[in-house]
């Protein structure tokens, strides 16, 4: 008897155990069961849609039933539940939505892809017209239908990770107002420490999107015909046309569950490293399950198409009769927001203290490529590595320029535990119009490398904000030129003007024994002003992370001359 | 005493050197000596200059020795030209080349960081003017005021190394006829196999560059003025305003020489992990000294201003008294060459076989990123594994799509000996602006996984071409649509069209013994279709690697019907 593989799930997952099952054994029956209409969906492609930058639905939808027959020789079921699994006989219940007929359909292995469903707070209002979620081609298409005859005014996001922000740029390019309302201090909150989450949002600004950060969504009013016309937060009122529920997504797990299966502290089906569940004969795989997480070592919820694509490649191996493990993964995530591209991968500064690691972190901003070449574009890179051993944790690369390559060499190294000296000297690709000689990852790398051996210390951006807000008593010293100083400053009591070019010659103008915390406009004079005083002999100097672009406060633009000029 | 540090060489290497040690001492006495006028000269940038995308050449000079003196404390001795070292009384002598004096430096450690000079071939007009190498500013300035003015209009270019192609770039951009001499059979023949270098070439055909293959130079004729008029080859004569000699730089170890320290068989200065040379007060780094190869083992020459910046901050740190090692180099390399990125990692499939690897190979085209998000571009990945274990030797990743992110992933897992399994399940960042939920690079891995477990069996183009070239008897099985047969295929007596949703239904009109070769697009649908023959019982099924996408010969695109349509 040909082996039979029953496939639960028609998006990502599903379909490519199916394809890769029917590639390892021409002979095994596979059948694929999907609730929906269509078959392997590019969800991801959603917020493009909306957009128009995708014009038609058809792009988005690449391979029918018809093609998995022809081609593959895969039953697919389309618009059938699966809402029980025998595991004692070895079958799955299954109900057609067309006819409402139920029928059984025999395994000897079963594969879960079931996906998630976007999170639906239980508050007042949620029902109304004109609320969204965004996990399927039809709630794509029923936005789509709103806002490209510009029918509606007004979209409220509520929840700024990475499809709420996709959204943002996807309702302005519409001409529509755009608020987004988070519940944490932040966007971004699962990505991005503050500072770097700092440096999107003033981008988002810039757009014209009003953020709304540190406020929970309590509930929604609406009008008489039940459609939405506001939206509710603990701190205020928003009108609205339209809103967007983005705050996550819950692996659908109730057949796992309904059928004894374990599921994780983490709410996905447990799996273990070859994708199988505690039932040995059913393997599960995308966004319904949990991932060990390369970097902790724990468990974690990862529903991302690309590992869902990856988990079908080796569910399809191992029902198939192969053996095949799927190692982890990364946390690797990556955005377009509007000219931003916002990526990062491993742990944030804040998850890795979280875990209870001890760090060091670095903040660098530079260019994507040398700065000689033409119409390069800034980046910002937070590196996050072990105190003890300098081992990668993690890291964070922001900004109009190139980041995706960045945070791809960053998975590799993380994925192989990494150190910054490791990084620090990874032979990247060198020519001028792709980056510089020096990549800016390798000077995150190497600023790592130089608190670690006693060379620089520095504090990061929010700990000198929090001692010039209490007041405290330090030089806080600006080695930039005269002229940046006139264009742009901070403003503060203890800020002090004195170029680096001239700093050698002025030591005598400086207490040996204060405080000193030195910035420039990157940190690459403010680290050398810091030598040059350790050199001299002050006692107590250092400089500020990222300096003044990565500052995430308030600057003085306000055209002044410096005193004593 | 402050210990004593003489730096050799300002360009990349020794400036980087010189800083490093600066901020790692601030006691030591710092001093470099350079022959030529100028410091920290981005040469990499040179043929940016040329073209004028980079407009002044100030761009390309950033720092001054009064920058060197007031903000590091380091001494530049420019015009000044160190012609031998005493090992025994550790004095460098030097000869002031404005004022023809010499004088002698203490040093307590020495660095030689002398770099490299095109090397010039002894043949008839080597001295004509008109004939340029490109390693130094005013060379490039020289070029740039012949042909900004379009003085001239025929160039050669002797060498399709990186330069050579660079520098085509740049002089078609300024107008002129551009001929490219070679004397090995392909571009880029240090970087490329055969079928990657053939796709780049389609490009530069396409850009008007005249690429003469296979022939090298064998001198030069000019008038009576001394003027170059032709460059000679043993196959063409070609008339030329301009000759560029691009074949590639030795490195200067004069010095070294004359000193007596050790210079490898590479003839690059011999230098331990640490850069210190066969005398441990002597360091030397950049392009004048030899590499490992991180892949090989073996000593590598590597003149790059990415090595030579790493280098220098190991150098700086070692003459100040710390402890760094180098690990060695991937001969990582990228050029922009027109509108193409051509970059490749670690071993090509000649190399890797030249230097004794049994080994695999994937070839696939693919698109930078989503095919469903608009203006994606064409990228083709090859890599190159050992047979045995799946280690990965080395890319090639070319085309007018994102390659440099694809080359830095493959260099760091390089770095770290990973394994095409490592590959395929890193956790790359997905967005679909930025990539396909599996990756291009994963699709490469997972075609040489395939091929290690039996699944895939493959041909590559330039195998196949020599069977239908000797007219083997066999099938030539083109599995695409009909419509796209129409518009491009190759044309042989063993090609057939049987579109891949018709294989199933059409088994029985293919002989099951017949030695098969399928291929389509991308090989994608080719690869499926193998494994549809497999399961059907044929004997002798391959499918072409990389398909119709990256077959480096004549394609016929004359519109045709099918036969039988």
Redesign the interface.
């Known amino acids: 008897m040909d082996k039979k593989i029953v496939i639960i799930g028609g998006t ?1 997952c599903g379909p490519k155990a199916a394809a890769r099952a ?3 054994d ?2 095994a029956q596979v059948t694929m069961v999907e609730q929906g209409e269509n078959l392997s969906v ?1 969800t ?2 959603l917020p ?1 849609y909306v957009s128009g ?2 014009n038609s639905r058809r ?2 939808l ?1 391979r029918g039933p018809d ?1 998995f027959k ?4 895969i039953d697919v079921l389309t618009r059938t539940r699966a809402v029980a699994i025998d595991r004692k006989n070895h079958r799955v219940e299954v109900l057609n939505l067309k006819t409402d007929r139920a029928s059984n359909i025999e395994y000897d292995k079963l594969v879960l892809a079931t996906g998630s469903t976007p999170a639906v707070p239980d508050l007042k209002g949620k029902n109304l017209s004109g609320i969204f979620t965004l996990s399927k081609i039809e709630e794509a298409h029923a936005i789509r239908n709103l806002v490209s005859p510009r029918k509606i005014k007004k979209a409220v996001i509520i929840g700024a990770g ?1 499809i709420g922000l ?1 959204m943002a740029e996807a309702l302005v390019s519409r001409g529509l107002e755009v608020s987004v309302v988070e519940a944490l201090d932040r966007v971004l909150p699962a990505l991005l420490d503050f500072e770097m989450a700092a440096y999107v949002e003033k981008h988002l600004r810039e757009k014209g999107v009003k953020l709304l950060l540190g406020q929970s969504l309590t509930g929604f009013d609406g009008d008489k015909e039940g459609r939405l016309i506001r939206v509710i937060t603990e701190k205020a009122e928003l009108e609205a046309d339209l809103a967007l529920l983005a705050i996550g997504v819950r692996p659908n797990t109730g057949l796992a569950k309904s059928a004894g299966l374990d599921i994780g502290a983490t709410g996905g089906i447990a799996v273990n490293s070859h994708l199988q569940t505690s039932d040995p004969d059913i393997y599960a795989g995308g966004d319904c399950v949990e991932n060990v997480h ?1 970097v902790t070592g724990r468990k974690i919820l990862a529903p ?7 988990h079908g ?1 080796v569910i399809g191996t191992n029902v198939a009769g ?1 053996d095949e493990a ?11 927001v509007f000219e931003y ?1 916002v ?1 990062r ?1 491993g742990l944030s500064q804040s998850q890795a203290q979280a875990a209870g690691y001890d760090v060091v972190t670095s903040l660098v901003p530079g260019y994507e490529h ?1 700065t ?3 119409k390069g574009k800034e980046i910002l890179v937070k590196l996050v590595a072990e105190k003890s051993n300098g081992k990668l944790l993690g890291g964070q690369v922001v900004g109009p320029g ?1 980041t ?2 960045r ?3 960053l ?3 993380l ?2 535990s ?1 150190t910054v000296d ?1 990084l ?12 510089s ?2 990549d800016p990852l ?1 000077n995150a790398a ?1 600023v790592i490398r130089n608190k670690q ?1 006693g ?1 620089a210390r520095a504090l990061n951006p929010m700990e000198v904000e929090s001692k010039l807000k209490r007041g405290d008593d330090f030089i806080f010293l600006d080695v930039r030129s005269p002229g940046e100083w006139a264009a742009y400053r901070i403003e503060a009591p203890q800020a002090r003007l004195l170029p ?5 010659q002025n030591l005598d103008k400086l207490p040996g024994d204060a405080e000193i915390v030195i910035f420039c406009h990157t940190s690459v004079r403010a ?2 002003a810091q ?2 005083l ?3 002999g002050f006692k107590d100097v250092k400089f500020m992370d990222g300096s003044i672009a990565s500052w995430p406060y308030e600057l003085s633009t306000e055209r002044k001359t410096p005193a004593g000029e």
Chains 1, 2 share one sequence.
């Open positions: 990502a029917r590639r390892c021409q002979q590019a991801c492609g493009y930058v995708i792009e988005l690449t093609f022809a081609v593959m020789n990475l996709e390369l991302l198409g690309s590992t869902a694509n990856k490649r192969g799927f190692p982890g993964v990364l946390g690797t995530s990556i955005a377009k591209n990526g991968v040398a000689y070449y033409p190139e995706a390559k945070i791809d060499v998975a590799t190294a994925s192989f990494a490791d620090a000297n990874t032979d990247l690709a060198y020519a001028p119009p792709y980056n000689a020096l390798h190497n051996s060379l680096l070019s001239e700093l050698r680290y050398q030598r040059i350790d050199g001299a």
